[in-house]
């Protein structure tokens, strides 16, 4: 049960320039500010594994104290995004399992989730072709979707015999698509396809396979060149909000608005847009 306790990871000591840390699991690569992360296994269509699990969960939580990553983008590679958790390395293992092993696995997969919302910088997922299960909740839990034509979206626990709540599922699909429609692919497990995720509010675009790396690379560019203080606060409002009364919302962001009003950022948009120029954000 080692796979499911908090791992050795280098980064920790060199924390603030994750351009180093050096992933065993998955491709991992920093540039201008955005951190790419792909996903490896095209033979298998990307399944996690044990050991993927925890180390995304290490990345993602070591994000929170990065100095050189202001965006991250998830990828999978050889056409598919994710297909979940691998089906001979996890979940023949977990039918073997006893209770408290299961519920150690259980904390595991949604401490990623966890992870993924509360890192400071806006996270993208590219998904190409198939995007099940884990795959599916990764997705979700990222700030911006980006699909293809040939994406399959699918929330498939209940044809494993499993609940469809797993990894926050029933708190976060019916934010991004509605409690309706949450409840139908949840219930049915079937998959939706890149017309109706766009329709539906899960994509916040569709972009030709071929197009979607660029696509994914060029709105990341964009946000890590904007002002990341400001972004990482918009992140956590959008969080903190959903148990807020409007009354209580409308104070936090006054708030949070005061501070980032403090910020050098917001003094560089100023002075940028009094000399008619465009601001160079630094993220102070």
């Known amino acids: 049960m080692n796979h499911f306790m908090p ?14 840390y050096k992933s065993k699991h998955f491709d991992w690569a920093v540039k201008s500010g955005v951190g790419v992360i792909t996903l490896n296994r095209p033979e298998r269509k990307n399944p996690l594994t044990f050991d993927s699990y925890a180390e995304l969960r290490d990345l993602f939580q070591n994000l929170r104290y990065s100095k050189d990553v202001r965006v991250v ?14 089906v001979h390395e996890i979940i023949g293992p977990l039918t073997k399992m006893s209770m408290p092993e299961l519920l150690n696995f259980t904390r595991m997969t949604g401490d990623l989730v966890r992870v993924i919302r509360t ?8 998904i190409d072709g198939i995007c099940a299960g884990a795959g599916a909740m990764i997705a979700l839990a990222s700030d911006l979707r980006i699909g ?8 498939l626990f209940t044809r494993v015999g499993l609940a469809g709540a797993d990894m926050g599922a029933c708190a976060l699909l019916p934010r ?22 766009l329709d539906w509010g899960f994509y916040n675009q569709i ?10 690379a060029t709105l990341a560019q964009s946000l890590a060149q904007g002002p990341t203080f400001a972004h990482s606060m918009t ?7 959903w148990a807020m009364t409007i009354e209580q919302a409308i104070e936090a962001e006054a ?25 160079q954000f630094k993220g102070d």
Do not use: W
Not at 73 to 86: E, L, R, T
Not at 119 to 126: D, E, L, M, T, Y
Not at 148 to 155: C, D, E, G, I, R
Not at 207 to 216: A, P
């Open 255 to 279: 708030q949070a608005q005061a501070i980032c009003m403090q910020t050098n950022d917001f003094k560089r948009a100023y002075n940028a847009f009094a000399a008619k120029s465009k601001p």
């Open 73 to 86: 983008v998830i990828h999978g590679s050889g056409g598919n995004f994710c297909s979940g958790g691998d």
């Open 7 to 20: 791992q050795t990871n280098p980064m920790n000591d060199h924390y603030q320039n994750t351009a180093t």
């Open 176 to 197: 991004v698509i509605g409690q309706g429609r949450a409840s139908e692919l949840l219930y049915t497990g079937r998959s939706i396809n890149a017309q109706e995720g």
């Open 119 to 126: 890192a400071p910088q806006p996270v993208i997922s590219g």
């Open 235 to 241: 992140k956590n409002m959008l969080n903190q909000e």
């Open 207 to 216: 972009s030709n396979s071929d197009q979607l790396e660029q696509d994914t």
């Open 148 to 155: 293809t034509p040939q994406s399959k979206v699918a929330f």
